[in-house]
């Protein structure tokens, strides 16, 4: 059975930083492509990040310099650490794994950016 599981959500000031990681069980970490999607109060879910299996990394205009997605093969684990975050940066992130053309989704982690 697959699982994705976030942690490191939370409340954080304007400019400051936060990393989330998501911890994949269920044998799919090493084939899958890896990434964060974000869901603000009445918006649609917006792709983050991803990156890819060999590594290759993508990032919405919004967050590129910002945001850096990686990914650690040993522990099954994909981290997104966020810097200089803005208030426009609040919403539930959620990891999600494309493990060849089946996607995983995790539970969602909440990020308050505000003062």
């Known amino acids: 059975q697959v699982q994705l599981v976030e942690s490191g959500g939370g409340l954080v000031q304007p400019g400051g930083s936060l990393r989330l990681s998501c911890a994949a069980s269920?044998?799919?970490?090493?084939?899958?492509?890896m990434g964060w999607y974000r869901q603000a109060p009445g918006e649609q879910r917006n792709l983050v990040a991803a990156?890819?299996?060999?590594?290759?990394?993508s990032y919405a205009d919004s967050v590129r310099g910002r945001f850096t997605i990686s990914r650690d093969n040993a522990k099954n684990t994909v981290y997104l650490q966020m810097n200089s975050l803005k208030p426009e940066d609040t919403a539930v992130y959620y990891c999600?794994?494309?493990?060849?053309?089946?996607?995983?989704w995790g539970q969602g982690t909440q990020v308050t950016v505000s003062s």
């Open positions: 990156i890819s299996t060999g590594g290759s990394t």
């Open positions: 269920g044998n799919i970490f090493g084939r899958s492509v």
């Open positions: 999600y794994a494309n493990s060849r053309g089946d996607y995983y």
